[in-house]
């Protein structure tokens, strides 16, 4: 079964500066989606970026990027210039096809704290 | 503003007490969604609707069962909670299945069960 590991179950970055959220993921399939979801303090999550397996080029939105390394089954989230709307738990997802079903598969999320 | 509508945000229960929580939405999507988050837990996919037809995982308890009487609605039954049930419920919707469609989630309900 496909897994997704965040390491980091806490982080935080000073406003304005940079800080970099690590995934990990398992899997044998070669077709797949990766994503980044935030989730605000008593908010819904909403999608930060996406990132399709087959494509080699790194997903960017806006202030946020994505270094994604096939090979290692790696995907890590770059957030530039940290505002203090950026403090939420960042959820890594894997979405593949399992026994002919598709489902999202969510890392156990990563609690992002942003100091003014 | 199209969204995803789950009510109450909050409610308690009792030990062994049914209780339905409920989703709606404006976007018209075919696919709803019911994940229960545990806390400092991922969100886990309990079952799904695309249109009217079910999809249970396989892990998902027998004390958990889903309606959808039409596109815009979808019911999480809890049948007889325990005290393990406490959790966030999300409801989540998407356009169609498909590893390309993203989905769309509610801002959850927080379940208590005393």
């Known amino acids: 079964a496909q897994t997704v590991t965040q390491s980091q179950p806490e982080m935080s970055v000073q406003e304005a500066e940079t800080v970099t959220l690590s995934c990990t993921y398992d899997?044998?399939?070669?077709?797949?989606?990766l994503f980044w979801y935030k989730q605000p303090p008593s908010r819904q999550m909403i999608l930060v970026i996406r990132?399709?397996?087959?494509?080699?080029q790194n997903a960017t939105e806006n202030r946020f990027s994505v270094n994604f390394q096939k090979a290692a089954k790696s995907f890590s989230l770059k957030i530039s210039d940290s505002q203090l709307g950026d403090a939420a738990m960042y959820f890594c997802?894997?979405?593949?096809?399992?026994?002919?079903?598709?489902?999202?598969?969510f890392g156990k999320g990563t609690k992002l704290t942003v100091n003014p | 503003d199209a969204m995803v509508i789950q009510n109450p945000r909050y409610q308690v229960t009792q030990f062994g007490k049914p209780v339905t929580l409920s989703c709606s939405q404006t976007?018209?999507?075919?696919?709803m969604y019911w994940y229960q988050q545990k806390s400092s837990q991922a969100p886990k996919l309990l079952f799904h609707?695309?249109?009217?037809?079910?999809?249970n995982e396989a892990d998902t308890p027998d004390n958990f069962q889903s309606r959808r009487p039409n596109t815009s609605f979808c019911f999480l039954d809890i049948r007889s909670p325990g005290l393990g049930d406490a959790a966030m419920y999300l409801c989540?919707?998407?356009?169609?299945?498909?590893?390309?469609?993203?989905?769309?989630f509610g801002p959850g309900t927080r379940l208590t069960v005393l």
């Open positions: 609707y695309y249109d009217k037809d079910f999809n």
């Open positions: 899997t044998s399939e070669s077709d797949y989606y």
């Open positions: 989540a919707t998407s356009r169609a299945l498909g590893l390309l469609y993203e989905q769309f």
């Open positions: 997802a894997y979405k593949g096809v399992q026994g002919g079903s598709e489902k999202l598969v």
């Open positions: 976007l018209n999507h075919n696919v």
């Open positions: 990132q399709e397996a087959y494509k080699q």
